[in-house]
């Protein structure tokens, strides 16, 4: 762990795309604790960034253009930054996960998220990171290390389930121009009422916005659009 004394946390994003990247600097300067010192957009700039500039916590994204997450924490640990990671990642392979622990991935958050999710694997990092001194014993260790992992998700409210509400946030963020509860349906391989249901509960998220089309004639139709900012 990197010592800062009583400063804020400081966290450098590290995220290709320039939205999410600046939604993450967004969601970090809202948590108590926390500062974000930089964003960079490739492993390049951020070793650039972190070679003159102090950093405790990397939120680091595994798919940079020019470098794999996990192999640019690699390389840092052996050019002696010893920073915290969070990655952020898409992608659920566990083999990856496993690896990340021997190179200091303290915690994963899968894309996409929100900013309740983000505040509160910060806020358990925080914990973490405020222990010290020497453990009275395993149970001390346990609840030290018991900090760090995510609580059981939320329960979805009844009817929806987590693997239909996936493939409907996949249909919608896939499509940036927006989609209908009818074109939802059709990518989603369901009928057009259940999307609708699981449209409405990202609205409610804040993950995805709605807007009247109006067509030529009848009533106009709801379209929706993934949220990408904060």
Request: net charge neutral; aromatic share 6%; glycine share 8%.
């Amino acid at each position: 762990m990197t010592s800062r004394g009583r400063d804020a946390i400081r966290v450098l994003v590290v995220e290709d795309d320039p939205v999410a990247a600046d939604a993450h600097v967004l969601y970090v300067g809202r948590v108590p604790g926390f500062v974000a010192v930089g964003k960079a957009h490739s492993g390049a700039e951020a070793r650039r960034l972190m070679d003159r500039t102090p950093v405790d916590l990397l939120l680091l994204d595994l798919h940079l253009p020019d470098v794999h997450g996990l192999q640019f924490a690699r390389s840092l640990r052996a050019a002696g930054h010893h920073a915290d990671v969070i990655a952020v990642t898409s992608a659920r392979d566990l083999t990856v996960v496993r690896e990340g622990v021997s190179l200091g991935v303290v915690q994963y958050v899968l894309k996409p998220f929100t900013f309740a999710t983000l505040r509160d694997r910060l806020l358990r990092y925080a914990e973490f990171h405020a222990a010290a001194g020497e453990a009275s014993g395993q149970d001390e260790v346990d609840r030290a290390l018991a900090t760090l992992r995510a609580p059981s998700p939320a329960a979805l409210p009844k009817g929806l389930s987590a693997p239909t509400l996936e493939r409907v946030t996949v249909a919608l963020r896939d499509c940036a121009e927006g989609l209908t509860a009818t074109g939802v349906a059709e990518a989603a391989g369901i009928s057009r009422i259940t999307a609708r249901r699981y449209l409405e509960h990202l609205v409610d998220a804040g993950r995805a916005a709605r807007s009247p089309q109006y067509g030529t004639v009848g009533r106009p139709e709801l379209q929706y659009r993934w949220v990408t900012g904060p």
